[in-house]
T-cell receptor
Framework: QKEVEQDPGPLSVPEGAIVSLNCTYS??????FMWYRQYSRKGPELLMYTYSSGNKEDGRFTAQVDKSSKYISLFIRDSQPSDSATYLCAMSAGAGTALIFGKGTTLSVSS | DSGVTQTPKHLITATGQRVTLRCSPR?????VYWYQQSLDQGLQFLIQYYNGEERAKGNILERFSAQQFPDLHSELNLSSLELGDSALYFC????????????FGPGTRLTVT
């Protein structure tokens, strides 16, 4: 079993839809959870950062962490064509340690 | 713009050759991480440096090495290159402290022919 599992998609939605992206993980020691957005062959861009469990909201983006289920989610409200990208979840056990990434979900938002 | 810079953007080289990839972290960041991204493996951690010292190793081949200099920039050296080394190589940096937000550079695309 991989440490971090992420459905690769692709996921296609119409503009304005609510998008739900998810990752599951197996290592209960993970404490730091991140979502990155990556446009084709560009550097990953940090979108959301959460420490331990709970929710975090930033504009149209909401990140949720459920450590009891080893499950994290990213919600995108009012999705836009510019949100079309690959979304990567990442996590780590300690501060200042390497990230373990999911393989990414490719999202396409059509206008 | 994350503030992390990487050069060169693209490298095309032949099997058996050696290349050097360069990374400058964000101002004030002491940690530099190198990651490799290939189509089949996704983003994989290679090696981490903190303030000039090697801190952690991941799936880094013995043919690969890295270092971090006193001005905190880092170089990743890839030698005896094979076709399978073709990938995107990213560096990321983070501040020291209790958090773990890592900011990625634009990457170097390496093609081995």
């Amino acid at each position: 079993q991989k440490e971090v599992e992420q459905d690769p998609g692709p996921l296609s939605v119409p503009e304005g839809a609510i998008v739900s992206l998810n990752c599951t993980y197996s290592n209960s020691a993970f404490q730091y959870f991140m979502w990155y957005r990556q446009y084709s062959r560009k550097g990953p861009e940090l979108l959301m950062y959460t420490y331990s469990s709970g929710n975090k909201e930033d504009g149209r983006f909401t990140a949720q962490v459920d450590k009891s289920s080893k499950y994290i989610s990213l919600f995108i409200r009012d999705s836009q064509p510019s949100d079309s990208a690959t979304y990567l979840c990442a996590m780590s056990a300690g501060a200042g340690t390497a990230l373990i990434f999911g393989k990414g979900t490719t999202l396409s938002v059509s206008s | 713009d994350s503030g992390v810079t990487q050069t060169p953007k693209h490298l095309i080289t032949a099997t058996g050759q050696r290349v050097t990839l360069r990374c400058s972290p964000r101002s004030g960041d002491l940690s530099v991480y190198w990651y490799q991204q290939s189509l089949d493996q996704g983003l994989q951690f290679l090696i981490q440096y903190y303030n000039g010292e090697e801190r952690a190793k991941g799936n880094i081949l013995e043919r690969f090495s890295a270092q971090q200099f006193p001005d905190l920039h880092s170089e990743l050296n890839l030698s005896s290159l094979e076709l399978g080394d073709s990938a995107l190589y990213f560096c990321a940096s983070s501040v020291a402290g209790t958090g773990n937000e890592q900011y990625f550079g634009p990457g170097t695309r390496l093609t081995v022919t």
